[in-house]
């Protein structure tokens, strides 16, 4: 999905670089010991999901779809490194009733207001687990 002249791409790049320099070692290890994590936690179920993070404990509070569209908002303002938290923040949005449109959403206004490094990469992701949210 990168396109030689996608500006984004060079801006994700750059981001992922500047934490890679911040610490090459973690970054490695991140990227090996969390692949294929997102799969190994099942999906709650949203009412689950609506009491734990939802207003069942707050009344006055954001829903869970809300709040895990913020989480994804920022997963996405650091960079794109933390794929499988994406993936599984994404999968859980839908459960609790986000639509493709407003993930997508969520994630091209993290890429405006400061995640512009890792809206690519969140995009690609997001498409990824669409496509197999449909598939199943």
């Known amino acids: 999905m990168s396109d030689q002249n996608n500006p984004f791409d060079a801006w994700m790049k750059a ?21 294929g ?10 009412d689950l ?7 069942t404990m707050n009344p006055e509070g ?13 997963l996405v303002f650091q ?6 938290q994406i993936k599984l923040t994404i999968r859980h949005a839908l459960e609790a009733g986000a639509t493709q ?3 997508t959403e969520t994630i091209a206004l ?3 207001f400061g995640g512009a490094a890792g809206m690519p990469k969140a995009l690609e992701l997001a498409s990824e ?3 197999k949210d449909q598939d199943t």
């Open 129 to 131: 687990v669409f496509k």
């Open 37 to 46: 994590f997102e799969d190994l936690m099942p999906t709650m179920p949203a």
């Open 62 to 74: 954001l829903d869970a779809k809300t709040r895990l569209l913020l989480t994804l908002q920022g």
């Open 110 to 112: 993290a890429g405006m």
């Open 49 to 55: 999901m609506e009491a734990f993070m939802g207003k």
């Open 101 to 103: 449109i407003e993930i």
């Open 79 to 84: 960079g794109g490194l933390a794929e499988p």
């Open 15 to 35: 981001g992922q670089d500047w934490a890679k320099g911040l610490s090459p070692e973690f970054a490695d290890v991140m990227a090996k010991s969390m692949k």
